[in-house]
């Protein structure tokens, strides 16, 4: 008796794995396969863009496809493509400042990337003569079809250059362009405001620049290259085929690149590239990206374009029943591996249900944002609190809540800071609030949140001016509900404030995000509220009750 109690004490080293995808020693053994993830799997399945929260396991499912089929996945990494390189570009920003739409030098680039990488991998192509043989290979395959050896032509091009490391290619590439742009423009080159040269305050007249935006914008459009196009072809035809399936795969697109808006117009065209390689029937391209990133993405200036894209996205969604198994599964193989008898679930590790509380399982899930991540670090830092303890007591989860809120609010700021520079200000305004705000309440409180656009050094003035202009323009509505509608949606949409309605029933639980992402789109929706919440996940590292 004396040994299996032993056996069941939790020590303070107990975990359910690493909250990131890279760090997590329990991904291969405990990944829970949702039907998102064989959806992505699939070959038939069309989605391939995965657009979710940080922590919602967009890495995790790449990292997992990547080990299920090592030999048919192409992992580009956003480091291996120079993109800081070409964001940095003279010619580029030069470009840019003259309102030059540079999509098609883009989504060339990305195609590039995209075909000479699946040519790479499909033939194993490590060295010139390799690449000579193959394209000898190919040549004789095509010989018959006028425009697919001139698509083949393409790749010749660029001699001994065509198997060297992508990012190589690709500086190659936009070096090129830049040489054609500085020659058509005799633009000095490493001249550090160059990108300077048509600002606001140029003396350059409109007249003036409208007639060089059209002249480098044909230089631009050519970059379009119609035999790169047809090696779409060449790869549906005469290179993959059903055994040599290829997934590529592209993550980490959300690191910080030196230009924001040259960046996005990058991610923009690689959506637009993927897209245009969905009629290679034996190949799909998955592309994780984060939910902030995607909606801060022009998609009008493409000809609205938004729609179509929509339509292949993979939204990471997860359920409290999805986040239980998951949790089992790790809790057991946890377990296992620390020597600790008795776990077939994530319940055997918390208090027993009760009256006053209710569910373990069920409180901790209700202070995350319903993502992998959150509940797994909820859960590690209540293990060292165990105190070598049969089971978490209540007391050790009160405890490690505190840490785990803190840490949760450090994330939500540095997950939205990129398109919200400046959100902590608006999240410390929320400190000390009532467990529930009216809505005359809240709209004091977002008043303050108003007032931080006119403060000296607030870093966020440039977004929290037009969502606060309802309340301070000449046309203001009578109607609260229109006037706080935008930064309501904003707070709700990130995850930190939650809607009680008026259905009559006393204990409703509040709208979240995860609930209902789109609620706060409409005032109809606003003026059925009567109550705000801030998020459990929160309300400790803000000092708010219950």
């Keep these: ?132 043989r193959i394209m000898s290979m190919l040549k004789e395959m095509v010989k018959r079809d006028r425009s697919k050896r001139a698509a083949l032509d393409y790749l010749e091009d660029f001699e001994g250059k065509f198997w060297v490391e992508t990012d190589q290619r690709v500086r190659e590439i936009t070096t090129n362009f830049e040489r054609q742009i500085n020659a058509e423009a005799s633009i000095p080159t490493g001249v550090p405001d160059l990108a300077l040269g048509f600002s606001a305050s140029s003396t350059k007249s409109q007249a003036e620049r409208t007639e060089l935006r059209l002249r480098y914008q044909k230089i631009v459009n050519s970059t379009q290259l119609p035999r790169l196009n047809k090696m779409v072809s060449v790869l549906n035809d005469d290179i993959l085929d ?27 065209c690689l959506f637009r590239a993927v897209n245009d390689l969905k009629q290679v029937q034996n190949l799909k391209i998955l592309v994780a990206l984060r939910t902030n990133i995607f909606e801060s993405l022009d998609f009008g200036r493409t000809g609205g374009q938004e729609e179509k894209f929509r339509s292949l996205i993979a939204r990471m969604t997860w359920t409290k029943s999805d986040l ?99 959100i902590d200000q608006v999240l410390r305004v929320f400190k000390g609030a009532a467990n529930t705000l009216s809505p005359s309440e809240m709209c004091t409180r977002l008043d303050i949140c108003a007032l931080l656009a006119v403060e000296k050094g607030f870093p966020g003035t440039v977004w929290m001016t ?21 930064l309501i949606r904003l707070l709700h949409n990130i995850g930190f404030i939650g809607c009680i309605t008026t259905s009559g029933k006393y204990d409703e639980p509040a709208i979240f995000n995860h609930d209902q992402p789109a609620f706060t789109d409409l005032p109809s929706n606003l003026r059925k509220v009567t109550g705000f919440v801030i998020h459990p996940a929160f309300r400790p590292a803000l000092d708010i009750p219950g």
């Excluded at 053994?29 to 989605?47: C, N, P």
């Excluded at 944002?369 to 909820?378: E, V, W």
């Design 1 to 132: 008796m004396r040994s299996n109690a032993r056996q069941r004490k939790i020590r303070s080293d107990f975990s359910l794995g690493g909250e990131q995808a890279e760090a997590d020693w329990l991904l291969s053994e405990a990944f829970y396969e949702t039907g998102l993830f064989r959806g992505i799997r699939s070959r038939d399945q069309k989605k391939c863009f995965l657009v979710g929260r940080t922590g919602s396991g967009k890495s995790a499912c790449l990292q997992m496809l990547e080990a299920q089929h090592p030999d048919h996945v192409i992992r580009i990494s956003p480091e291996d493509l120079s993109l800081p390189y070409i964001t940095d570009l003279g010619a580029v920003k030069y470009l840019s400042a003259l309102e030059v739409h540079l999509d098609p030098l883009f989504i060339a680039l990305w195609k590039h990337v995209l075909i000479t990488e699946i040519i790479k991998h499909r033939y194993h192509v490590d060295s010139q003569d390799a690449k000579q």
């Design 242 to 268: 059903p055994q040599n399936f290829t997934y590529v795969v592209i993550d980490d697109l959300d690191r910080d690149w030196a230009d924001e808006k040259i960046s996005n117009d990058l991610i923009r």
């Design 324 to 422: 239980k198994e998951l949790l089992d599964a790790r809790a057991v193989l946890a377990a296992k591996r620390h020597g600790v008898d008795g776990i077939s679930g994530v319940d055997d590790l918390l208090p027993k249900t009760n009256d006053t509380r209710g569910s373990g399982v069920n409180y901790i899930l209700n202070r995350t944002l319903m993502r992998p991540r959150d509940a797994i670090a909820f859960f590690n830092e209540c293990f060292p609190l165990a105190n070598s303890k049969d089971r978490l007591t209540w007391a050790a989860i009160k405890s490690a809540e505190t840490s785990y809120s803190i840490n949760r609010l450090l994330a939500l700021r540095d997950e939205w800071k990129p398109t919200f520079p400046g």
């Design 466 to 486: 037009p969502l606060s202009e309802p309340l301070w323009s000449g046309t203001s509505s009578d109607d609260w509900a229109v006037n706080y509608l935008p």
